[in-house]
């Protein structure tokens, strides 16, 4: 299901482009990793909330990123509530299952992680900064008014549950996580510009291209020597999360 949305800032921390200036021209796609089974309950469903975003910025390609919640064992969503865990570009977890992780590790030697940097380049406006800065991670957290509106079991599906949040919901507040250790800061948040839809066009055409955390990693940015030095080994960097946890998605 696709809608268009808003990223309204509201300050914390030092970034740059639309993570500074907000972003009034933004699409959002919730989908499921995986088909769920309707016909079950609980993580043996197999339901995975997962969302796109694609931040629309004059002149120039879109910024695009990824939240989840995590791989591994932990995939799974509890229950049918969409909104029952925070998500982020990081996903925590001891390794992306089935043929996710060499699949995705054809592209990136960090397989659970998204870069951040493409949302710090640019203003809304297409107006390029001089030196970009952006965080570690983002997490997102469902929004007060959406948190607990969906059952917990399965009742109809979720597409047409979100179909049902009207104009101007507050579906996620967004923190950013300026190092590895830092705690996250809240930077603003993603409120609903339309209803949600759902169409063929927006399920198998509406394309993401991501930037990679390997990205944010050569970009040479200041902050990434902080990030580097705060890992337990630099030389295992691109194996993680697989052993580390300090590149875990921490709650906000």
Known sequence: AVA???????????YTGVLAGGADSVLLRFSSAGE???????????????????????????????GMHSTGAKLMNPNWNFFARQLSTHASGKGATGPLGP?????????????????????????????????????FVPGAAV????????????????????????????????????????????E?????????????????KHRTFDDDIKSGAPMVSQWLSECPSQDECPTCPADFDCFARDEA
């Open 4 to 14: 268009q949305a808003r990223f309204v800032n509201s300050g914390g921390g030092n």
């Open 36 to 66: 769920p089974d309707t016909t079950k309950q609980g993580p043996a469903a197999g339901f995975v909330p997962a969302m796109a975003i694609k931040v629309l910025i004059d002149g120039q390609p879109s910024a695009n990123t990824f």
């Open 103 to 139: 699949h995705f590790g054809t592209v990136s030697n960090w397989v659970h992680f998204l870069g951040t940097s493409a949302l710090a380049e640019y203003d809304q406006d297409g107006v390029k900064v001089a030196e970009p800065n952006f965080p570690f991670q983002l997490v």
């Open 147 to 190: 948190a607990n509106v969906f059952p917990d079991t399965f009742k109809t599906y979720f597409t047409d549950q979100l179909a049902t949040l009207p104009v101007g919901t507050l579906v996620y507040d967004v923190f950013a996580k300026a190092t590895p250790g830092a705690h996250p800061v809240k930077i603003g948040h993603l």
């Open 192 to 208: 609903l510009a339309s209803r949600f839809t759902k169409s063929v066009y927006g399920d198998t055409k509406l394309f993401f």
